[in-house]
């Protein structure tokens, strides 16, 4: 099964001529890194009309070359800032991007999907589409999304990925010191992630990816994003480079589908990459519970 967004969207016959995304993404580490520059060469080779933004306050450090999409030179710098300007230049884009705080209220959330980054040409035949994506590894800013969706007209992709199994104390271990247990279990981890489509159109639900996976909103830990120390940070939710670029690639799967076509044809793809195996389900109309 797939849907036409414009079909499910309209309320009328003809009421619009034609999509325009307008694409929010949170995030830009390890999978996030590698979607911007997939994004980026969709809008420019295919000239489709979009706004694109990205936000992510946080700042390039050396364990980010390993798994991430930047230089040694740009330690120092806001990951946002750097990947949107490289990529504005080397498509011929104008990519937005916003790198002061965390996104932590709807407020600033809405306050991100602007006037200013809408080409001025578009007309009122064209639907103007909020397509949310999500490459964050908190459930604080997942419950803010889907706060968002379950509020607007929109589109939700989140990636979710499994973390890498560690010692408590890896940091101050090397790994030849580690027992055969916690080899075992570093080796068996980090494989395996989901990416989950949320729509709410006015004719067509489908469920975002905390009614997928309740435990998401179940989740009481109220600690922001922004309220993490640097020790809490850089030992946190430690991901395998193969597993970022593959949930980067699904992102674009459904992505290109709605940009080039304007239709949505799967609802949640399970992968694990060291079996090389995908599964995806189709789109299905549902009550958003």
């Known amino acids: 099964m797939t849907i036409n ?7 009328s016959e003809n009421e619009y001529n034609g999509l325009y995304p307008f694409i929010l993404q949170l995030g830009v580490g390890g999978t ?6 997939h994004i980026a ?7 489709k009309r979009a706004a694109y933004v990205i936000a992510d306050p946080d700042t390039i450090e050396e364990k980010n070359l390993g798994n991430q999409l930047f230089l040694s030179q740009e330690v ?3 990951k946002a800032d750097v990947l949107a300007n490289r990529y504005s230049g080397a498509y011929g884009l104008d990519i937005g991007f916003y ?12 306050s991100l999907f602007s006037m200013e980054y809408i080409d001025s ?4 035949k064209s639907l103007v589409l909020p397509i949310i994506i999500g490459c964050v590894d908190n459930n604080f800013t997942r419950k803010l999304l889907h706060e968002f969706f379950l509020e607007n007209n929109c589109i939700y992709i989140d990636a979710g990925i499994e973390s890498v199994t ?13 027992t055969k247990e916690e080899q075992l279990a570093y080796q068996n981890s980090g494989w395996s992630g989901q990416v989950v489509t949320g729509l709410n159109l006015n004719l067509f639900k489908q469920n975002p990816v905390a009614y997928e996976y309740p435990d998401i909103l179940e989740d009481d830990d109220e ?7 640097c020790t809490e940070l850089s030992a946190s939710e430690p991901q395998r480079i193969q597993v970022n670029k593959f949930a980067a690639m699904t992102i674009m799967n459904v992505l290109n589908e709605v940009v080039i076509e304007n239709t949505i044809s799967t609802h949640k793809t399970v992968f694990h990459v060291r079996k090389g195996y995908m599964r995806s389900t189709g789109v299905e109309n549902q009550l958003l519970s």
């Not at 040409?121 to 009122?124: I, L, Q």
């Not at 600690?223 to 120390?229: M, N, T």
């Open 5 to 11: 967004i414009l079909e499910k969207q309209s309320r």
């Open 32 to 37: 996030g890194s590698y979607l911007v520059q």
């Open 41 to 47: 060469q969709l809008l420019g080779t295919s000239k």
């Open 76 to 78: 120092g710098l806001k």
């Open 99 to 110: 790198s002061d705080s965390y996104i932590e209220c709807i407020e600033k959330l809405k």
């Open 121 to 124: 040409s578009v007309g009122y």
């Open 166 to 178: 560690l010692p408590n104390v890896y940091l101050n271990r090397n790994q030849s010191e580690w």
């Open 223 to 229: 600690i922001r994003p922004s309220e993490l120390s």
